[in-house]
């Protein structure tokens, strides 16, 4: 197993420019068997969608989507980089992510996520969302196959 690098004791959040599009893409890459396109992150941000990178220093330690609608956000895509994973920085992300939304007065936030990824559904119901729902064939699974997505709520 190799050392994680050692992190700066302050990590800081700042929106994704296009400067910083090819770190967001390595760990996209690295992090996902079907991981969005650089096309989806570009639509993203000129769709006005919020992109938040949590960065120590230099280094990318993850990201979130976020799409603001009436009353809500979506939360379209989160993803902490491989080699930091299980350290807490997906807590610190869904923080930030209801302090975003109760600044704008959202009453709840959603989500979806693979009916396979059980360790992030533990993730999301300790911090306080609740399953509500199921979209059939939501996520592309590979060799021409989909995979349901369970749909989560986190009422603010």
């Given at each position: 197993?190799?050392?994680?690098?050692?992190?700066?004791?302050?990590?800081?959040?700042?929106?994704?420019?296009?400067?910083?599009?090819?770190?967001?893409?390595?760990?996209?890459?690295?992090?996902?068997?079907?991981?969005w396109s650089r096309g989806n992150f570009i639509d993203a941000m000129a769709?006005?969608?919020?992109?938040?990178?949590?960065?120590?220093?230099?280094?990318?330690?993850?990201?979130?989507?976020?799409?603001?609608?009436?009353?809500?956000?979506?939360?379209?895509?989160?993803?902490?980089?491989?080699?930091?994973?299980?350290?807490?920085?997906?807590?610190?992300?869904?923080?930030?992510?209801?302090?975003?939304?109760?600044?704008?007065?959202?009453?709840?936030?959603?989500?979806?996520?693979?009916?396979?990824?059980?360790?992030?559904?533990?993730?999301?119901?300790?911090h306080g969302y609740r399953r509500v729902g199921l979209r059939r064939n939501?996520?592309?699974?590979?060799?021409?196959?989909?995979?349901?997505?369970?749909?989560?709520?986190?009422?603010?």
């Amino acid at each position: 197993m190799s050392a994680v690098p050692d992190i700066p004791q302050e990590a800081r959040f700042e929106p994704l420019s296009l400067a910083r599009l090819d770190a967001l893409m390595a760990v996209e890459d690295s992090a996902y068997a079907h991981p969005w396109s650089r096309g989806n992150f570009i639509d993203a941000m000129a769709a006005g969608y919020t992109i938040e990178l949590l960065l120590a220093g230099e280094t990318l330690l993850g990201y979130f989507v976020v799409m603001q609608g009436v009353d809500e956000g979506h939360l379209l895509n989160i993803t902490v980089a491989p080699a930091y994973q299980r350290q807490g920085w997906a807590w610190v992300m869904l923080d930030a992510l209801a302090l975003w939304a109760r600044a704008r007065n959202a009453q709840a936030l959603w989500l979806e996520v693979r009916v396979s990824n059980q360790r992030a559904q533990q993730i999301y119901e300790a911090h306080g969302y609740r399953r509500v729902g199921l979209r059939r064939n939501y996520y592309p699974a590979g060799d021409g196959l989909r995979e349901d997505a369970v749909v989560m709520k986190l009422p603010l």
